[in-house]
């Protein structure tokens, strides 16, 4: 089975609110991703865990704080986000860490709007 | 630096035409993956398919196949006979050491 999945499916948020994004995996995969993705373009790496560790920071601002409390599950911590931060936020996992010549697999992913 | 260029923004068809999305890569690695992914509007990204550099066999699912061609850098995709429910975009997709590198993506929309 290789499903991802993510909660919520959506979410809307103030500027000074704090909210989390989950994800969860059970397919026993070592690696973790968080993507956003803007309308009408690819999906952009924000973070990679690997074996539970933080592997790749793509220069997120720290108002986004990952958190992987287990090998299953990912968290995304939300503070402070501006309006421009509306996106969707795909989390995503693979079986081998430390390279993306192993398929990722996504989930559904959470629509987030700042207000 | 690796590079996936999608030419094709949007395409239109009627259903049941037989459709190809272009995909053309850069790399300087000897091995690489390429893979495909469709996101409905639904949102969620759908594996379609990954090869690597030292397979170019052809490869044909249901009424999916790819054509991989290293000789001109390119990974084609072919919807044989499309349906409405293939209307989404498509992103043809690099893995490199340490992240994926994304095509720009090409919306297809299947008309009745």
């Known amino acids: 089975d290789t499903e991802v999945t993510q909660t919520p499916k959506h979410l809307v948020m103030g500027m000074t609110n704090k909210k989390s994004l989950k994800c969860e995996q059970h397919m026993g995969h070592r690696a973790m991703y968080w993507y956003k993705q803007k309308a009408k373009k690819p999906p952009e790496l924000m973070f990679v865990y690997s074996y539970e560790k933080l592997s790749i920071n793509e220069s997120v601002p720290s108002r986004f704080s990952p958190e992987c409390p287990n090998s299953s599950l990912l968290n995304l911590h939300l503070h402070a986000l501006q309006p421009e931060d509306s996106a969707l936020y795909l989390c995503?996992?693979?079986?081998?860490?430390?390279?993306?010549?192993?398929?990722?697999?996504f989930g559904p992913g959470t629509r987030l709007t700042v207000l | 630096a690796q590079k996936v260029t999608q030419a094709q923004t949007e395409i239109s068809v009627v259903e049941k035409e037989d459709v190809t999305l272009d995909c053309v890569y850069e790399t300087r690695d000897t091995t690489y993956y390429l893979f495909w992914y469709k996101q409905p509007p639904s949102g969620e990204l759908v594996f379609l398919i990954r090869?690597?550099?030292?397979?170019?066999q052809n490869e044909i699912s249901g009424r999916y196949s790819w054509n991989f061609q290293k000789s001109t850098s390119s990974f084609n995709f072919t919807i044989t006979a499309s349906q409405v429910v293939d209307s989404a975009v498509y992103f043809c997709v690099s893995g490199g050491y340490n992240k994926l590198i994304f095509g720009a993506g090409t919306r297809l929309a299947v008309h009745p």
């Open positions: 995503a996992s693979s079986q081998a860490a430390g390279t993306s010549t192993d398929t990722q697999y």
């Open positions: 090869r690597n550099s030292f397979d170019e």
